[in-house]
């Protein structure tokens, strides 16, 4: 059982969730400091934007199972050169395990079903410095051209197959705004000896000029059997229209997105979809960001 406690819990870990933004730029926003899952993905790339934010977003697929989640997510980065962003996940699925995600144990003719509820919890915290006002089509912005930054995952899964496992994930990483409108990042995951995940490390680059967004991201796994990965988006708006669109290639597998959505002043809908090249697979996403 512990053998399969391991397998199944490394194959959740492997299913991180993107935002409905991120999700429809292929994944890529390791260093794009106005989404929600900077949080998550790079405490320090969040310090780069002074603002409050409020962001949810609600996630579904039916590709090999049922499967639905949600995540929420609030930061401040304005009250002092500190920052804190605060996330939660809740997530249900029931999606059997593959005969190679098991022990061996599995007799032909024998079926699984792995009802799981995961929830987490995400700290990130951060301190930016050299603050300055930029220009901006609506105005102006605030902006930080340095950061460090740090974040706990706490992690509780509960599955029909495996039980009840608990798990932390510790990062830390740093980000720069070189130039006004590109700003760049790095993050270490998987950091001390105290959870299941193994290190690894992402970088990236998020070019936000005028009506135009480009994202592109290194991934380097070196406990995988494909360590290096990329992912690479683009977005425009068009009016109050948003488009998106993106690719990944990551842990050997193949990932294209796209996605649209609405925009008015320091508020946005995002709709975003994901297709696995290889299956076929589709993973949709809502989401709604809010900026003060």
């Known amino acids: ?41 790079s405490p320090a790339s969040m310090l780069l934007v002074v603002d409050y934010t409020g962001q949810s977003d609600f996630y579904g697929s039916l590709a090999e199972g049922p499967l639905v989640g949600g995540l929420v997510s609030v930061k401040d980065t304005r009250t002092s050169e500190f920052g804190a962003g605060l996330q939660t996940r809740r997530q249900w699925s029931n999606i059997p395990p593959r005969d190679d995600e098991l022990p061996g144990w599995k007799q032909p003719g024998d079926a699984f079903s792995d009802k799981r509820w995961e929830q987490d919890w995400r700290l990130g915290v951060g301190y930016g410095f050299g603050k300055q006002a930029l220009l901006t089509p609506e105005g102006s912005e605030e902006v930080r051209r340095f950061a460090l930054g740090a974040g706990a995952v706490y992690t509780r899964t509960t599955s029909e197959l495996s039980g009840s496992l608990n798990d932390w994930e510790f990062n830390a990483g740093l980000a720069a705004r070189p130039l006004a409108p590109l700003t760049i990042a790095a993050s270490a995951h998987g950091l001390g000896p105290w959870g299941h995940e193994p290190l690894w490390y992402e970088a990236g680059a998020f070019l936000d000029y005028t009506r135009w967004q480009f994202a592109a991201d290194g991934i380097y796994r070196p406990m995988d059997d494909t360590p290096i990965g990329w992912r690479a988006g683009a977005g425009v708006q068009l009016a109050s229209v948003l488009l998106r669109t993106g690719g990944a290639y990551d842990g050997g597998k193949w990932v294209v997105g796209g996605g649209l959505g609405l925009a008015s002043e320091g508020v946005r809908a995002n709709y975003g979809v994901q297709v696995d090249v290889a299956s076929g697979h589709f993973t949709h996403s809502v989401g709604f960001f809010g900026q003060f």
Not at 2 to 15: E, P, Q, R, S
Request: aromatic fraction near 4%; charge should be negative; hydrophobic fraction near 50%.
């Open 1 to 41: 059982m512990l053998l399969l406690d391991k397998v199944l819990f490394t194959v959740a870990l492997a299913g991180e969730v993107d935002t409905a933004m991120v999700q429809g730029m292929g994944g890529a926003g390791v260093a794009n400091p106005y989404d929600g899952n900077a949080i998550r993905r």
